[in-house]
């Protein structure tokens, strides 16, 4: 990486030629780049596309095998995991490393929280610089990070999934904070899976497939439908249709009566054999608590769930899956899956009874079970034996999965499932579980912000502050009916 050089019109970064082997992986292929002053440049590509290896050569986590970076100003990230420290203030982390001091080397903190209130107001930043950043939600958190780029004389920065975690409000004030950066002149890359933000927010973008700059275009050049065949090749077919509606099923399989919990109150639902029911809402609206007390993940202050004739005991996930339910939590970091273990040992790791001999799991009976599952869902990787830890997000997302559908559940609880997956293996996902109730006659109960996942619902439930909102029962959904009802707009049907 070359010396930090002055502006000019020049742009803010210059990568030539880059290129990234990891091991036999070829990350990386002659990728070009350049960031300019006040525009923002998508960036998009399927998962192992290469984007976070860019970021992270750009960032200066990563060496290029070859190539050279080139800055002519101050660069920061704000990575897609939250990277403030919890136990500190706003003002410390902001000034993480480059705290004011007085004579002697003492720190200045009066100072130093003055100066952090002076950034916050000076962009607009509503968050006080006392706060311990563990108190924060996470769209503050995101603002101290934005905050101390800018406090550093960030005048390039790299937002890697920067709504990942953030509700649909915050997502539109994240864009006024990039706009207003933008105004002033400040490069930006924007790393998103979600096309329609960077149509929203971008003035130019970028396609990475296999490790190459396949498409670079302004913004207004190009459509959905270029970005996606530049992704992976070709358009991919649309998730398949609903299947017919079983709303009112005589003998339901899943009953949810009278939840109350932290963020729900008194809700109540059903799921019909074979029907596949969505429930959506802003973050916070309590859609994914409900849907972890249903697989046993968390527990109610109230309520009862029950499996076909059996009551569930509440908070108790081993129950929950004895019981058949197949859980795809939201954070598939902290409880998809062992980083340590293979693709197979994650796969079938709810199922030892089916893969063990005489007592002693079989690593043969193990592969078998799990490589079916592994190739319906184009799990990418060295062999089934690479930890799972080594694999790209979308990769790891779809372990993840597979290791809900094998123990052929009766009921699959599945937490936004596509987050942060790429365009084709969002389809792949939705299509499986969609095959895997048409085909076995499981339910499944889909928890989900990101409309969508709700294409392949039968019908869906709308929280809005923890309570049923509104039902819908005719698919295809009108978008902007179900945007409407999750900001508590409409009538109650």
């Known amino acids: 990486m070359s010396e930090l050089a002055a502006g000019g019109d020049r742009p803010a970064v210059e990568a030539a030629g880059i290129q990234k082997r990891f091991g036999s992986t070829r990350a990386l292929r002659g990728v070009d780049l350049a960031l300019e002053p006040g525009r923002c440049l998508g960036l998009v590509g399927r998962n192992g596309a290469g984007k976070s290896t860019l970021v992270s050569i750009l960032s200066g986590i990563y060496p290029p095998d070859a190539g050279e970076v080139t800055l002519n100003a101050p660069l920061a990230t704000v990575f897609q995991h939250s990277m403030v420290v919890p136990g500190m203030t706003v003002a410390e982390n902001v000034f993480l490393g480059r705290q004011p001091r007085r004579r002697g080397g003492v720190i200045d903190w009066r100072r130093m929280r003055e100066q952090a209130r002076q950034v916050m107001a000076d962009w607009g930043f509503d968050v006080d610089a006392r706060t311990p950043c563990g108190n924060l939600t996470v769209e503050q958190r995101q603002i101290v990070e934005i905050a101390r780029a800018l406090a550093g004389g960030t005048r390039c920065l790299l937002l890697d999934e920067p709504t990942a975690a ?30 329609e933000e960077v ?79 969505g429930v959506t809402g802003l973050r916070g609206s309590g859609a994914t608590t409900l849907a972890r007390i249903v697989a046993g993940a968390a527990t109610p202050v109230a309520g009862m769930v029950q499996l076909g004739e059996q009551v569930l005991r509440p908070g108790d996930r081993v129950a929950a899956l004895r019981a058949g339910i197949g859980y795809i939590p939201e954070d598939r970091q902290a409880d998809g ?28 009976r193990r592969e078998a079970l799990a490589a079916p599952l592994a190739r319906r869902l184009s799990l990418v990787s060295a062999g089934l034996g690479q930890p799972v830890g080594e694999l790209s997000g979308g990769n790891q997302q ?43 006659g499981a339910s499944l109960l889909l928890a989900s912000d990101e409309l969508d996942d709700l294409v392949i619902c039968d019908r869906v439930v ?12 005719d698919p295809p959904f009108d978008r902007e009916a179900l945007i409407a009802a999750t900001e508590g707009l409409g009538a109650h049907d």
């Open 166 to 195: 953030l509700e649909r409000g915050a997502t539109q004030r994240l864009f006024d904070r990039i706009r207003q950066l933008r105004e002033q002149g400040v490069a930006i890359l924007y790393i998103s899976h979600h096309l």
């Open 199 to 277: 149509f929203e927010i971008c003035t130019d973008v970028a396609v990475l497939r296999d490790g190459e700059k396949v498409l670079a275009e302004p913004i207004a050049a190009v459509t959905k439908a270029d970005l996606v065949s530049a992704m992976v090749g070709d358009v991919p077919t649309t998730a398949r249709a609903p299947s017919a509606t079983r709303v009112g099923a005589v003998q339901p399989l899943l009953t949810v009566e009278g939840i109350t919990a932290e963020s729900l109150r008194d809700v109540s639902l059903a799921v019909g054999a074979g029907e596949r029911v």
């Open 337 to 364: 899956f062992v980083p340590l273990l293979g693709s197979a040992e994650n796969i079938a790791m709810t199922v030892p009874d089916r893969i063990a001999t005489a007592g002693f799991i079989s690593p043969k």
């Open 398 to 440: 779809k372990v993840t999965v597979a290791r809900a559908l094998a123990s052929d559940p009766r009921l699959i609880v599945a937490i936004a499932p596509t987050r942060g997956v790429d365009v084709a293996s969002k389809e792949l996902l939705l299509g499986e579980l969609a095959r895997v109730t048409e085909q076995t």
């Open 462 to 473: 709308v929280l809005v502050r923890g309570e049923v909102f509104a039902e819908f029962i």
